[in-house]
């Protein structure tokens, strides 16, 4: 069964399973003992900082291992925050971060700091000039993922790093997406990653934290890991993460290649062979084995379930797919479409075989669900009022974009349809569908219950 959702959980690396036996074996004792055992497990704690931190770009002491990414990502926050309170208490984030970020974010801000979004592109990139005007005198902390975790879209890291060093503001960059690919343009003053992201094993992460870089790790104090991450070391977990980070890296050029060709594939022939669907994510600056596309007229989960069965596991940032019920976090900041939302994230190895089958199962997939929601083949001709009004309240998107597709064609051009509905979703679908279906998306007005959204038919 092919397995496309390396971006959630890369599979388990040959020398991570390797490296982790062996490890099992030999570095079970308590790396702060001076008897034999202690310092064999000192020594393979030792070396697989030096790997790691040889992939990172950083000096060993520098390098601080925790218990996952997102603990990482909480402890650079917090401790860089704490370190530079003096200079302010602001916080710069993207849009399109990581949910670890944006949680720190607001964790902060509960507790009286503030922290400013800077905004994306509709390829869900930042402008670096963008990111440089949100910077402020009292900015102690900026954070800029290096690659979207949603969408593949690389950031402009190099620039805003400059535009931090200019300003005297650290950057902390999230770069569980892209270490395993290479590393880190220069200019960062943090970095946080997450081992399973490149076959590693789940349960570790990286954090660097570069010498003269103000940090106070928030926290009783602990004598392990510099006082930077509390607890016993899982010394066969950071060994196996750091030999297949360093095993994954020399497979890199030749493997990013060729997923990049099969990436290329899909993006490609996906439009052709699916109506009614925007592939997204910029097609040239992205991680090289991920794609995003979004469908019209489908319902993301029964999507997925109906891929499951073709035997594709494959993941989508879609409302129905989310546990808060709400859009995706990183297609609204984009404005492109969040119904049938499928993310395909290639691991190594992946065959030209599995891509082809992909290729077939899938418009019989999309077409299925579509007819089961009673979604428009075509456009309703001979135009009869001026203006109509959709009623979809208590519905879930796609329907609320379905019913607004069928009725669309029942006003002459000029004419306007109004849809009632009181899903989030719709705020964000509506919108994307009129950009897709080159119509007007007038805007948004309160209604009694929910909102409407008005359309002006173009064509």
Same mark, same amino acid.
């Given at each position: ?8 959980? @890369? ?5 991570? #399973? ?49 218990? &996952? ?12 925050? @704490?370190? %530079?309170?003096? /200079?302010? %208490? ?5 849009? /399109?971060?990581?949910? &670890? /970020? !944006? ?8 507790? +009286? ?12 990139? =930042?402008?670096?000039? @963008? ?35 200019? &300003? ?18 220069? *200019?960062?003053?943090? !970095? ?10 789940? *349960?570790?992460?990286? $954090? ?15 004598? #392990?890991?510099?006082?930077?991450? @509390? ?30 060709? !099969? ?17 997204? +994510? ?7 084995? $991920?794609?995003?596309?979004?469908? $019209? ?67 019989? /997939?999309?077409? *299925? ?19 109509? =009004? ?36 719709? #705020? ?28 002006? #038919?173009?064509?």
């Amino acid at each position: 069964m092919p397995y496309f959702d390396a971006a959630s959980s @890369a599979p388990l690396h040959p020398v991570a #399973r390797q490296a982790l036996l062996a490890a099992l074996d030999e570095g079970w004792a308590d790396p702060a003992r001076l008897y034999r055992e202690g310092r064999r497990a000192r020594l393979l704690l030792d070396a697989a900082r030096e790997a790691a931190a040889e992939a990172v770009g950083c000096r060993p002491d520098e390098l601080t291992f925790t218990s &996952s990414g997102t603990r990482a990502v909480h402890s650079a926050i917090s401790g860089a925050l @704490a370190g %530079r309170r003096r /200079v302010g %208490r602001h916080l710069v984030v993207s849009a /399109v971060e990581h949910s &670890s /970020v !944006l949680h720190a974010a607001a964790t902060h801000e509960a507790q +009286g700091g503030t922290f400013a979004e800077v905004p994306v592109d509709r390829a869900g990139a =930042v402008s670096a000039a @963008a990111y440089g005007e949100a910077l402020r005198e009292d900015t102690a902390l900026a954070c800029l993922q290096s690659a979207n975790h949603e969408v593949g879209t690389e950031q402009p890291v190099a620039e805003v790093a400059e535009l931090c060093r200019a &300003s005297g503001v650290p950057l902390l960059v999230d770069a569980a997406q892209s270490l395993g690919w290479g590393p880190v343009p220069a *200019g960062w003053s943090l !970095l946080a990653a997450s081992a399973h992201k490149w076959g590693g094993p789940s *349960g570790v992460g990286l $954090l660097a934290v570069r010498k003269g870089v103000r940090f106070a790790p928030q926290g009783p104090a602990d004598e #392990r890991e510099s006082g930077r991450a @509390a607890g016993f070391e899982n010394i066969p977990a950071v060994v196996a993460a750091a030999a297949s980070l360093r095993a994954v890296r020399a497979e890199a050029a030749a493997e990013s290649v060729r997923l990049r060709a !099969l990436v290329d594939q899909i993006r490609a022939r996906v439009p052709e062979l699916v109506p009614d669907v925007e592939v997204v +994510g910029d097609p040239v600056r992205r991680l090289p084995h $991920l794609v995003t596309f979004s469908c $019209l007229y489908v319902d993301g989960e029964t999507l997925l379930h109906e891929l499951d069965r073709a035997e594709f596991s494959v993941s989508s940032g879609s409302s129905c797919t989310s546990s808060t019920l709400t859009p995706s976090h990183v297609l609204r900041a984009m404005g492109v479409l969040s119904e049938g939302n499928v993310r395909v994230s290639l691991p190594a190895g992946t065959t030209a075989e599995d891509v082809d089958r992909f290729l077939r199962v899938l418009p019989g /997939v999309v077409s *299925g669900v579509r007819e089961k929601l009673g979604a428009p083949v075509s456009v309703a001709p001979s135009p009869a009022a001026t203006s109509l =009004v959709v009623d979809s309240l208590g519905k879930r998107c796609p329907i609320p974009v379905i019913e607004l597709a069928k009725v669309i064609g029942e006003v002459p051009v000029g004419g306007t349809v109004t849809v009632l509905s009181d899903d989030e979703a719709a #705020r964000l679908d509506i919108p994307a569908w009129c950009v897709m279906r080159e119509q007007e998306y007038v805007g948004e007005q309160p209604a009694d219950r929910g909102s409407a959204y008005v359309v002006r #038919r173009l064509s």
